[in-house]
């Protein structure tokens, strides 16, 4: 620091005061809520346009954990309710403890969320893992996102609020397949009774391989053979290519969507890691248009992460850091 | 109103913003001392992740200053709103005079962040998402030179980590 004081800048240091009050706007937001009081504009529908019967087993349409961005009533479960703030969003729940191997591969990462390490609002929280006190600026990260790399299967199931973070399910009698929109990828969710046994043999892939049955009304989908240059999310979490995710997707009410995953990854943390519960808005597909238009073109968007743009961006990016 | 309010009612307008800018750009910006000025758009790159652009300001001697600046959104955000690339690129053409809300890099200089943008007729362009939204507030420094750069705290060493506080 210039000044030789420890403290961190403003925006951090209000984040404790400004999550209780966007937690009181947010709970004071719902459609009811929301009215025509003060003149301001009209209230957005809730996603219940859609004219399928409710199937609890029908995972079909557009899904996001930020509908404000498609003029789709709120949805205040959508966002991450941690016991600690963390600025971001990620896999986040019962972090484990990681492993030597599982800690250095975490050291080696730079990345640009979360709090600033020994900033005031680092600090305020000391049961925090140490892994989300480590953002620097981000022309000095070393996120493989920055570099226009696959972000992976989990990172792409942590992606949260406005564009990033949409995605649609299409379902037939044997598989489930997820496009999302932040990179345009997408994965294949095998139902037709093939297993994981001989994945080990084939060659890892971002997204992994992923096989699927239903438990009740529960979808538990199991994946393995991920690319091991992606991380869990965000803040740099190493994944192996053995590890074994299990997501456990529900669509409790016609019009959200909601799942909890638990990662096991002996070779990077000591116990299976539960994440936090990540629930989804359904979309109607007239709210996806991509001019913003009622009638407009929906669909989703082919929201790449094309190599030459993002170069273009990283010279800004260095030019605000004065890096050389 | 005491500053200390207002300050907080800026951050629940951007903060929810920032968490959406998924490379991370928030903490580049001393975003918490917002500052406007008049610009002339020299270049726009309506691409990902996040919209660029270099403008012109004039300052009250008549000499001219070069700034490179980056938006908060995002063409997808952008164009769930309705502002597609053609759009955009309309509103923001070479040449354009418009009123800029930046947040100076954290290590100074003439590089900042654009969280607010209206034209010459006092419309909002490239708002995001829910419509027009009210101006941040922040400081006049239209003609000043450098604008308003970060001090004390929320500075950080030019080419450092930005890792404030080691």
């Known amino acids: 620091m210039a000044d030789g004081k420890t403290r961190s800048p403003f925006i951090l240091r209000a984040v404790p005061v400004v999550v209780l009050a966007v937690t009181v706007v947010t709970f004071t937001q719902t459609p009811a809520a929301q009215g025509r009081r003060g003149g301001g504009p009209a209230p957005t529908g809730p996603s219940d346009t859609d004219q399928r019967p409710y199937d609890k087993h029908d995972l079909n349409g557009y899904w996001s954990r930020g509908p404000a961005t498609y003029k789709v009533g709120d949805c205040p479960e959508c966002r991450d309710t941690l016991p600690i703030p963390v600025p971001g969003y990620g896999y986040f729940g019962d972090v484990p403890p990681r492993t030597p191997e599982g800690e250095k591969r975490l050291q080696a990462t730079k990345h640009a969320r979360g709090y600033e390490p020994n900033s005031e609002a680092a600090k305020r929280y000391p049961t925090l893992d140490p892994a989300y006190k480590r953002a620097g600026l981000p022309a000095f990260s070393s996120d493989p996102e920055q570099r226009c790399e696959p972000i992976g299967l989990a990172r792409s199931l942590t992606m949260t609020r406005g564009g990033p973070g949409v995605f649609e399910m299409v379902q037939s009698s044997d598989r489930i397949i997820q496009m999302f929109e932040w990179g345009w990828d997408f994965r294949s969710i095998w139902m037709d009774g093939r297993t994981l046994d001989k994945v080990a043999d084939l060659t890892p892939r971002f997204n992994g391989y992923s096989v699927a049955k239903w438990e009740g009304d529960t979808l538990v989908v199991t994946s393995t053979g991920f690319d091991d240059r992606q991380w869990v999310d965000m803040f740099g979490f190493p994944i192996s290519e053995k590890a074994i995710l299990v997501e456990r997707w529900e669509r409790p009410s016609p019009n959200r969507l909601r799942m909890q995953m638990t990662l096991t990854d002996p070779e990077n943390y000591t116990r299976p890691w539960p994440s936090s519960v990540k629930t989804w808005a359904l979309i109607p597909r007239q709210r996806m248009a991509l001019d913003g238009a009622a009638n407009g073109w929906a669909d989703l968007l082919e929201d790449r992460c094309v190599p030459s743009d993002e170069a273009l961006f990283n010279t800004f990016r260095d030019h605000a850091a004065g890096k050389k | ?166």
């Not at chain 2, 307008?13 to 580049?28: D, Q, R």
């Not at chain 2, 690339?85 to 354009?96: F, I, W």
């Not at chain 2, 969280?115 to 998402?129: F, R």
């Open chain 2, 1 to 166: 109103m005491n500053i200390q309010t207002r300050l907080v009612a800026l951050l629940m307008l951007v903060i929810p913003a920032i968490a959406s800018a998924h490379h991370g750009s928030g903490i580049s910006y001393d975003v918490a001392h917002l500052w406007t000025t008049w610009a002339t758009i020299t270049q726009f790159n309506y691409k990902n992740p996040h919209p660029t652009m270099t403008v012109d300001r004039t300052l009250k001697d008549g000499q001219v200053e070069h700034w490179t600046t980056e938006l908060l959104t995002s063409p997808a955000q952008l164009s769930r709103a309705g502002w597609t690339k053609v759009r955009s690129e309309d509103a923001l053409k070479t040449g354009t005079r418009l009123k800029l809300w930046i947040g100076t890099a954290r290590v100074g200089g003439t590089s900042g962040i654009v969280m607010h943008l209206e034209n010459a007729m006092g419309n909002e362009v490239l708002q995001s998402i829910g419509g027009p939204s009210a101006a941040p507030k922040a400081v006049e420094m239209d003609g000043v030179p450098m604008g308003l750069q970060p001090t004390g705290a929320d500075k950080l060493v030019p080419g450092s980590a930005g890792q404030a506080d080691q």
